[in-house]
């Protein structure tokens, strides 16, 4: 259903991978976050709706999922990247002929997804909740430990103790606390945060880290 949506922005994101933002080789994983936050949006919409009762406008946040990070692919864009990315966005959807409120509220989601401060805001759209949440939650857990690990992995001279501590630093301590707002989100955060706290544990002490007489041996 989505396949032109998703090669289109695939199109803009690969192009700017040579010259644009997106250089490095782990931003040039930014099309492949779209595709998660879009699988995210859809699973948290589908549990909150069944948990909830409360209608979800499902298309609408989906195709903002696989919109929201488009602009990030242009080199140098003046406006910020959620702003650009709506102009996009609405651009590609006027030329498939979607109804001008349909638009307007696609492009009101990535807009806003980025004033993740309004998370809380008791009068945003509920898709804009889910969005939020879904951008938050696919950057954390088992994938943010693969991102540290492969950033990781580019610098020149690297062991698994520099892994180990960029893991700490960053997928770790993203972990504390619980950004979300609907309970389901918060239910997946907390089995997130538990994988990370059992992985750096576990890997801390698989490379003895946790050997305070490590030196007396
Ligand atoms: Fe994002």
């Given amino acids: 259903m989505y396949d032109k949506m998703f090669e289109y922005v695939k199109r803009i994101v690969d192009a700017m991978q040579i010259t644009g933002r997106l250089r490095s080789k782990t ?22 709706e069944k948990e909830s009762g409360v209608k979800v406008d499902k298309e609408s946040l989906e195709v903002a999922a696989i919109f929201h990070d488009v ?5 140098k864009y003046p406006k ?21 409120e349909k638009i307007d509220g696609i492009c009101n989601l990535i807009g806003k997804h980025s004033d993740k401060e309004a998370l809380f805001d008791p009068d945003i759209p509920i898709e804009l909740v889910l969005l939020m949440e879904a951008d ?3 950057r954390s857990g088992a994938v943010s430990i693969v991102g540290d690990i492969w950033q990781e992995a580019m610098q020149d001279s690297v062991g698994y103790v520099h892994m180990y501590e960029h893991i700490k630093k960053f997928s770790y301590e993203q972990a504390e606390g619980n950004p979300m707002r609907t309970d389901v989100a918060k239910r997946y955060w907390e089995e997130k945060r538990r994988l ?6 576990q890997l801390e002490m698989d490379l ?10």
Wanted: proline letters at 0%; hydrophobic letters at 35%; one cysteine or more.
């Fill in 196 to 201: 990370v706290h059992m992985f750096a544990e």
């Fill in 208 to 217: 003895g880290l946790d050997d305070k007489e490590k030196g007396d041996a």
């Fill in 136 to 138: 938050l939650m696919e």
């Fill in 71 to 75: 602009a990030y692919g242009i080199a």
């Fill in 27 to 48: 931003r040039a994983d930014r099309y492949g976050h779209s595709e998660r936050v879009f699988h995210w949006s859809r699973r948290l919409a589908d549990e909150y």
């Fill in 80 to 100: 910020r990247h959620s702003t650009a990315g709506a102009e996009i966005c609405r651009k590609y959807l006027v030329e498939c002929g979607y109804e001008a």
